[in-house]
């Protein structure tokens, strides 16, 4: 047990990452350094790719694990690595198959003594939380062990609707900071403890063609009412990234037009989750 006094707790300092000139800005808010998110999803919505965006864009700030204990080293894996050009991210983006060379150690293991090795990765994705088998206890462990120093990023399988397909998934999400679910290739921060509530676009040409009720209902909220006595309220900022442009780009937080960001390649997106 610790006792502070208020004032000495109001003297404690946190570090938080400097996110703020970053297309992430507005959907994740004011996040420390170690910060635990829960990003979920159905499959081929573009969790992976929100994460690969998220993962790249981390990059600047320190190492970054991304451990597939789904996809393992598979081809689907590469290619998303590949559209987001991770080999830009050489030295401090490691795509791990944590299956490999496991026989006779237990996965939780084997991740502790990865992660308490010296100048090992800041920021950890775990691909996904439902192919772990870990329990409330090896979480907990995790949390307790290397919550203070890392950032936990868990990747989560769930219905159309949003729900969680694995228990495990709903306690670490009810605990943690953050929990952000992508659909038809939008990330709605659903929980943020941080302040981000801007939904996220992943892609947003296949985002018009799955959701267009979604960007109908921006380009009406954006626009000024009309009619006697009313005061001809100002344009919402956000409508100009509604409206069809030559300039509109992928991964972009839904707030300023002119941000850019997110893949370098379309192609073969629509199989990709």
Request: aromatic share 12%.
């Amino acid at each position: 047990m610790k006792v502070l006094g208020v004032k000495q707790f109001h003297q404690m300092r946190f570090k938080f990452l400097p996110i703020g000139d970053t297309k992430f800005a507005g959907t994740l808010g004011k996040i420390p350094y170690n910060f635990s998110a829960v990003i979920y999803g159905f499959s081929g919505n573009g969790k992976t790719e929100f994460c690969m965006q998220m993962a790249k864009m981390l990059c600047q700030f320190g190492k970054v694990a991304w451990l597939s204990y789904e996809q393992r080293h598979g081809s689907d894996l590469q290619e998303a690595t590949k559209r987001n050009r991770m080999d830009e991210e050489s030295g401090v983006f490691y795509p791990i198959d944590p299956i490999e060379g496991t026989e006779g150690v237990g996965l939780l293991e084997d991740l502790d003594n990865y992660l308490k090795k010296r100048n090992s990765p800041d920021f950890i994705f775990i691909d996904s939380i439902d192919y772990t088998g870990f329990s409330w206890a090896d979480y907990t462990y995790l949390k307790n062990r290397y919550g203070q120093k890392k950032a936990f990023i868990f990747i989560s399988h769930s219905n159309k609707n949003g729900a969680l397909k694995k228990e495990i998934s709903s306690k670490i999400l009810f605990d943690g900071g953050m929990g952000i679910f992508v659909s038809k290739y939008i990330a709605h921060p659903e929980k943020n403890r941080f302040g981000g509530f801007e939904p996220y676009l992943v892609w947003e040409e296949r985002a018009r063609e799955l959701n267009p009720a979604f960007f109908a209902k921006r380009v009406t909220e954006g626009t000024p009412k009309k009619g006697k006595g009313a005061k001809g309220k100002k344009p919402d900022q956000q409508a100009g990234l509604f409206e069809n442009s030559d300039s509109e780009r992928e991964g972009e937080s839904i707030k300023i037009h002119s941000e850019k960001g997110g893949v370098a390649s379309k192609v073969l997106l629509e199989t990709e989750g």
